[in-house]
């Protein structure tokens, strides 16, 4: 027969005393009392208004329940329960069914603390706060989350509280740990989102001090979110994890608590209705398109992106409508994050087209390409733009006479007409040179206006690449136009070619644009530009005597900084032969000087603005000495006749 241990033995003698038992009594009726006094105490407050005044803070905070009870010291059950919260920025209202668990003798100290949260039914509704209501806005604030006691729409009132200072604050901080909500709905802006959805984690808040967030977690499990009243995704599925350090909130400012947050995300949704972005097109556009879809990959570590993150964007049978014209397309979109804290955008599309209310067949693109690749090495940083690259392998434009309709809208009173074929690339490093390359060939190309039309055609060649030596591009522009007639009243040209050959090409793009170059144009034959404005007879005469039968003339010129030069070093025609310069400084008006020679005689043309004074029989030396001399569209001569 065994026996039981001495301790057991000891405290068995203890409890069978009559002292001892007496205590064990007292110590269970004071429990019970307590637990019976929390009981009544806990389940008045619940029950009548009380908690409800106490959580109350005037409009900017109401809580609002069916009903709640409590049958254990810090557990509360609760059944619709609404919390609604504004500040000088935000309204937001939650509303669910739940139990928490509450760190009583906290509540001492100003600090509602749950160690424990579950709810079901849950909503969040969230809207930001606008200056005014105007067109800009007004479609968008129709489709924001209503909040029950809050004015609609949700105004800014003038002005922004001061802070509270230490001796008088009295918010009361707020702690949510292991958190687990089931949720019904999250509409935040104009953006709801309908479906499964499930967030846990932890939260805690000192009112106008300070904040910090997780680990948290929230999954939407293919519902749908719609913008306003229409399906914006199907089957939306969403994974975020996050965690923002302790941030305190005086000492940040901008994008500043961005250093603090972490986040992981991972979108996929792929029954996107583009229709639905209609919302921000009204009433002068309209988008919409087939089956599409988003895929995002998002990691951020302390406000880094990190290499790797990417998002994909695939739009079928896009149509973008305008005022203007309806663009149409596949397109594909994505952005990544590359070493070194680069992040690059690339979007292509199979082709484009563009349309518009008129009878002619608008502009194709074949396979254009843009890639822009930005520095954005964290959240906080404004992204600095680095390189920006534009293909266009094939350019077609059936009919010139598609762009009339923009013409008129622009209060342009010309026609256009013709075929235009080309090909484009354009490379920039910013913010230094640039680098491209242009082909267009024009056929059948015809201008209209009031008093004066043309037919040509041709083609434009341009080459530009990187200087080695600094921040300019280097290249050519070639112009050749083939078969050109001018119609003014009743005069016709004659078809006359021209070939324009800019060579030594400088172009300077930073910090302001800058033009200059050596310019050759050749043109034959060269009178038959005189005929609009010559007499039959003095035509004649000029076609004898000067022999204009072809220009060949050269130039230096040089743009940039709202001034402009142009040195004529040679231009001849025949038995005309001239040279000179046009400059346009700055400030000020345009001046110029030019010496036209003949077999018969020397004229100069003295320029002044709009001015224009001809002086005959001058001598070879009319010009000043220092007319060609080096100098800059900055720095304009100040001398313009002899």
């Given at each position: 027969m065994s026996t039981a241990p001495p301790v057991v033995t000891r405290l068995q003698k203890f409890a069978s005393a009559p002292a001892t038992r007496a205590v064990l009594v007292r110590v269970a009726v004071v429990?019970?009392?307590?637990?019976?006094?929390?009981?009544?105490?806990?389940?008045?407050?619940?029950?009548?208004?009380?908690?409800?005044?106490?959580?109350?803070?005037?409009?900017?905070?109401?809580?609002?329940?069916?009903?709640?009870?409590?049958?254990?010291?810090?557990?509360?059950?609760?059944?619709?329960?609404?919390?609604?919260?504004q500040d000088y920025n935000v309204q937001f209202e939650v509303s669910a069914s739940g139990v928490v668990d509450v760190s009583l003798h906290e509540l001492f100290w100003r600090r509602f603390r749950a160690v424990r949260l579950t709810t079901s039914d849950t909503t969040f509704r969230m809207r930001h706060k606008v200056h005014a209501v105007g067109p800009h806005n007004q479609l968008r604030l129709a489709a924001y989350p209503p909040i029950a006691g809050f004015e609609d729409p949700p105004l800014y009132a003038e002005p922004k509280p001061p802070p509270i200072p230490d001796a008088e604050y009295k918010l009361w901080a707020v702690a949510l740990e292991n958190v687990s909500a089931e949720l019904s709905e999250i509409w935040v802006l104009e953006y709801r989102y309908l479906g499964q959805a499930h967030a846990a984690g932890s939260f805690e808040l000192a009112p106008a001090r300070w904040f910090q967030v997780g680990p948290a977690t929230l999954e939407l499990n293919r519902g749908a979110l719609s913008l306003a009243d229409r399906a914006l995704a199907k089957g939306l599925k969403l994974n975020l994890s996050a965690e923002v350090e302790r941030t305190e909130v005086a000492a940040s400012s901008g994008l500043q608590p961005l250093e603090s947050v972490s986040v992981k995300l991972d979108v996929d949704t792929r029954e996107l209705d583009l229709a639905a972005l209609d919302l921000y097109l009204k009433p002068n556009g309209a988008i919409s398109g087939g089956p599409s879809q988003i895929l995002v990959s998002l990691s951020v570590t302390a406000g880094q992106v990190d290499v790797g993150s990417r998002a994909a964007l695939e739009l079928q049978g896009l149509s973008l409508s305008t005022g203007h014209g309806r663009l149409s397309g596949d397109l594909t979109s994505s952005v990544q994050a590359l070493p070194t804290g680069i992040v690059e955008w690339v979007t292509s599309s199979p082709r484009v087209r563009l349309e518009n209310a008129s009878d002619h067949k608008g502009p194709e693109l074949e396979s254009p390409k843009l890639q822009v690749q930005a520095v954005a090495s964290n959240l906080t940083a404004p992204a600095t733009l680095q390189r920006v690259e534009l293909e266009l392998p094939s350019l077609s434009i059936p009919s010139l006479g598609w762009f009339n309709s923009v013409l008129r809208d622009s209060g342009i009173a010309l026609d256009v007409g013709g075929r235009l074929d080309g090909q484009l690339r354009v490379a920039r490093e910013l913010p230094e040179s640039f680098a491209g390359e242009l082909k267009l060939r024009l056929v059948g190309g015809t201008l209209e206006s009031k008093s004066v039309s043309a037919k040509l055609a041709g083609h434009v060649d341009m080459a530009l690449e990187p200087s080695p030596s600094d921040n300019a591009s280097v290249g050519r522009v070639d112009v050749d136009l083939d078969g050109v007639e001018v119609v003014n009243g009743s005069k016709r040209t004659a078809p006359f070619r021209a070939a324009l050959r800019t060579t030594d090409l400088r172009v300077v793009t930073h910090p302001e644009l800058q033009l200059s170059g050596h310019l050759h144009v050749d043109a034959a034959p060269?009178?038959?530009?005189?005929?609009?404005?010559?007499s039959p007879l003095l035509k004649g005469l000029a076609a004898s005597v000067l022999e204009l039968k072809r220009l060949d003339a050269s130039a230096e010129f040089s743009v940039g900084k709202g001034a402009a030069r142009v040195e004529l070093s040679r231009a001849q025609s025949g038995a005309l032969n001239g040279k000179g310069y046009w400059q346009q400084p700055a400030q000020g008006e345009s001046q110029g000087a030019f010496l036209i020679t003949t077999k018969v005689a020397n004229a100069g043309l003295a320029v002044n603005g709009s001015e224009t004074e001809t002086t005959l029989f001058v001598a070879d030396d009319w010009l000043p000495p220092d007319w060609a001399a080096p100098r800059t569209a900055q720095t304009p001569r100040e001398r313009h006749g002899p």
């Open positions: 429990v019970l009392a307590l637990t019976a006094s929390y009981l009544v105490a806990a389940n008045v407050l619940l029950q009548t208004r009380l908690v409800r005044h106490l959580v109350s803070s005037g409009p900017d905070i109401e809580l609002e329940y069916e009903s709640a009870y409590s049958l254990w010291p810090g557990r509360a059950h609760f059944s619709e329960l609404r919390l609604r919260v060269a009178d038959s530009l005189l005929s609009l404005w010559l």
